[in-house]
Nanobody, 111 residues
């Protein structure tokens, strides 16, 4: 059974930082690409970042230069370091691998 469990969300002031984690089980973690998505209130879910099997990364333009995705294959965990946060970053953040999704973690950025 594949499980993805996000953590690390919370309330932060604009300009602050948070690090999200997503612990993955039930798959061969090192063989899979992993992604972060987010869904703001009243909006569609959008892609944020992806890290491939061998570590190459891609980012949405809206977060490029502020967010960093990384992975620890020894811990079966993917991270999203978020710096210089803006109120527009407020959303529920989800991790995904293949067709599997986590339950999400809420990030709220106050102005």
């Amino acid at each position: 059974q594949v499980q993805l469990v996000e953590s690390g969300g919370g309330l932060v002031q604009a300009g602050g930082s948070l690090r999200l984690s997503c612990a993955v089980s039930g798959i061969i973690f090192s063989m899979n690409a992993l992604s972060w998505y987010r869904q703001a209130p009243g909006k569609q879910r959008e892609w944020v970042a992806t890290i491939a099997r061998f570590g190459s990364t891609n980012y949405a333009d809206s977060v490029k230069g502020r967010f960093t995705i990384s992975r620890d294959n020894g811990k079966n965990t993917v991270y999203l370091q978020m710096n210089s946060l803006k109120p527009d970053d407020t959303a529920v953040y989800y991790c995904r691998t293949n067709t599997f999704w986590g339950q999400g973690t809420l990030v709220t950025v106050s102005s």
